[in-house]
């Protein structure tokens, strides 16, 4: 007994010892007390040949991926770089735990070094030599240097940004073998990170962080979900979720709102070069705000996740609000909100037509589902069908008479030439069979009575755009 008592005595008088010790530890800024220096002059170079340059930022993407743009060369193109040696939690197509403190982060030191002082990136390494690209192939690995106060500051009184992230406990060190020196720095700012318990080793939940009903996940786990019950007949286990996902408007059209977002590796993806996943949004029979409508708006939307018939696996319940959104008051609520505007949007996150044969347009191509899609060859319509609703759904068969593996639906009034007949529309089967169409729209899918079924929906015209159904012959 007493043993174990001075067992226990000793314990609390170890936990006490360590309590004080932290408390009263010393707090190192690695930042300006450490090896961690940039050695060489950015004056005067550019970074697609040397390497290194003085930038502004076009893009605040999230917390250790950021577009800038350079000062001395306007028409030189943005610089995506990909800080080196870290990772922060996700804050764009997937949502996760402390990335919206880390993308905050750094943009408010980026913002304020714009501003009011100096920011340089370079190459991972201190020598003047081209850039190199990350696992995308479409940005480049980067350390960025800051000075907050000092415009046009001198080489060696600039900070490293990416050390700074780490120190703040908002990123993970990652592999730091291109700048072997600065490895002891980084792990020992990892490490008082922990000591200190710093939000992301703080244990506590981060503020900006929605732990509400609304659950935060990725258009691509949702996709996943999607081909295992397409291909494999496992019910989505998504439905009925009430989510939180972002997305880039891929169109709008018949009361639906399309978005997709683009995901590599970093972000999920384990296709090699990346892939795209989407989803169609039912927005209800009134109308929603414009701002939230326009092709390549980058949205964030709230709602609830169901399996339909008509249009397959969908979102609804979301509020487009008209007001502005409030990241606390609306934090865990069904408001959508505009990340980035549509003039605004990064060229990553932006969407393009996919061109595909028409014989590749089906089950093999769910990666493109909710995406825009232009069919390569000329179409004949060999039958279509005529709703009570008065909509049209067409059937096709390509150039050497093999029946297409999806239909079309027409779910609006098609006008075959708007431009010099802007009042004569098709309104029976007869006008649309045995003729030759260029199609495109937007891929999706239905499931009735068990059966898939794989259709492209026409949209309406869009000012200074083509058809999606163009009569050929």
């Keep these: 007994m007493k043993k174990n008592i001075v067992f226990g005595l000793a314990f609390v008088a170890m936990a006490i010892f360590n309590t004080v010790s932290c408390a009263s530890a010393k707090f190192v800024d690695y930042t300006k007390e450490s090896n961690v220096k940039l050695t060489i002059d950015y004056k005067g170079k550019d970074f697609y040949k040397d390497g290194i340059e003085q930038v502004s930022v076009a893009y605040y993407i999230d917390g250790d991926t950021t577009h800038f ?7 030189s193109p943005n610089i995506k770089i990909r800080y080196y040696g870290i990772d922060t939690p996700e804050s ?53 240097w800051i000075n907050e106060t000092e415009k046009n500051a001198s080489y060696d009184s600039l900070i490293c940004l990416n050390l700074y992230i780490v120190q703040e406990g908002l990123s993970y060190v990652k592999s730091l073998d291109k700048i072997p020196d600065y490895v002891d720095t980084f792990l020992k700012a990892e490490e008082q990170a922990k000591k200190f318990k710093l939000n992301l080793h703080s244990g506590k939940p981060a503020e900006l962080f929605n732990y509400g009903a609304y ?37 709008f059209c018949n009361n639906m709102l399309y978005i997709a977002s683009y995901f590599d590796e970093a972000t999920g993806s384990t296709v090699p070069g990346g892939e795209w996943a989407g989803i169609n949004i039912y927005t209800g029979a009134s109308s929603i705000p414009s701002k939230y409508t326009i092709t390549n708006t980058y949205i964030e939307v709230a709602g609830t996740l169901s399996d339909s018939e008509e249009f397959g696996f969908q979102m609804s319940g979301c509020d487009f609000t008209r007001s502005q959104f409030d990241p606390v008051e609306d934090a865990d609520t069904n408001k959508a909100q505009v990340i980035f505007k549509a003039d605004e949007t990064p060229e990553e996150f932006r969407v393009s037509p996919f061109k595909l044969k028409a014989s590749e ?37 390509d150039p050497n008479g093999t029946k297409t ?20 529309s098709f309104s029976t089967e007869e006008e649309f069979e045995n003729k030759k169409f260029k199609v495109r729209g937007l891929f999706t899918f239905r499931k009735y009575n068990g059966k898939i079924s794989y259709q492209l929906v026409m949209r309406p015209n869009r000012d200074g755009e083509p058809l999606d159904l163009t009569i050929v012959a």
């Design 69 to 75: 743009k350079s000062i001395s060369n306007s028409s």
């Design 405 to 424: 593996p999806f239909n079309m639906f027409v779910p609006s009034t098609y006008y075959p030439d708007p431009e010099n007949q802007p009042f004569y």
């Design 92 to 144: 764009t197509g997937k949502i996760e735990e402390y990335g919206e403190e880390a993308k905050q982060f750094t943009k408010s030191k980026l913002k304020n070094a714009v501003d009011n002082g100096t920011v340089v990136v370079s190459g991972p390494t201190m020598e003047y030599a081209p850039p190199i690209t990350d696992s995308t192939g479409s940005r480049y690995l980067g350390l960025v």
């Design 215 to 251: 659950e935060a996940i990725s258009l691509l786990e949702i996709r996943r979900a999607i081909e295992q019950d397409l291909k494999e007949g496992i019910p989505n286990p998504y439905a009925g979720s009430k989510v939180r996902l972002r997305g880039t408007v891929t169109s």
């Design 361 to 397: 347009i089906g089950a093999a191509s769910s990666d493109k589902l909710f995406m825009e899609v232009e069919v390569e060859e000329t179409l004949t319509c060999y039958n279509a069908y005529k709703n009570d609703s008065g909509e049209f759904t067409l059937y096709f068969e």
